[in-house]
């Protein structure tokens, strides 16, 4: 079963409607109640964006990423889930010049699990992931985003710094990151 991390994007209900649509045996959970979780549920996790900063909301999120690592299982972080993929595993972010919002086109780098070519991605961010450590892999880039998608050494640990569920391409790469094991 997968587990959405809810952390208040406004995207988040998409994100939700996407995934039910690919018919995936999935749960939702607030941010705030992941503590109460058995974590050993669930094959694989997705942290979804958000509206603002929350320091427990990093912690959490955080904790999740140290989780997949150690036990093996798939995470996409979208958004800002992937900012704090890159925070959490010795990256950095910075706040853009200007921010983005719209499909952009977006270019695959390196063969991987997700996606291929180029593809659309829906962007809606003031901030991005400015540099990775060397454990990290970049997959895909934009004419504004160096890391527009990424991946933790061989590891099935993914981030996109655009929203997937925004867009046909995305909802593919959703679908690809669902069937992973």
């Known amino acids: 079963m997968l587990l959405v991390v809810d952390n208040g994007s406004v995207y988040t209900p998409s994100l939700l ?3 039910q649509d690919l018919n995936l045996d999935f749960e939702s959970h607030i941010f705030s109640n992941i503590s109460s979780l058995d974590l050993d549920n669930y094959s694989s ?3 979804s964006g958000r509206r603002k900063n929350n320091p427990e909301m990093n912690i959490i999120n955080s904790k999740l990423v140290k989780y997949s690592l150690e036990e093996g299982k798939p ?12 925070l959490t595993l010795g990256g950095t972010i910075k706040k853009m010049t ?5 499909l952009y086109e977006i270019n695959i780098t390196k063969d991987n699990p997700l996606c291929s070519g180029k593809i659309k991605g829906f962007e809606s961010h003031s901030y991005m992931v400015s540099k990775l450590d060397s454990s990290f892999t970049q ?7 160096k890391f527009e998608i990424f991946q933790y050494g061989v590891k099935n640990i993914f981030g996109t710094q655009f929203h997937p569920e925004m867009s046909a ?12 094991k």
């Open 17 to 19: 409607k996407c995934i």
């Open 45 to 47: 996790i997705i942290l």
């Open 75 to 86: 995470l996409l972080g979208i958004c800002y889930g992937a900012e704090i993929l890159a």
């Open 98 to 102: 200007s921010s983005r919002h719209g």
């Open 139 to 145: 997959i895909a880039t934009s004419n504004d985003c």
């Open 169 to 180: 391409d995305g909802k593919s790469l959703l679908k690809k990151f669902s069937s992973i």
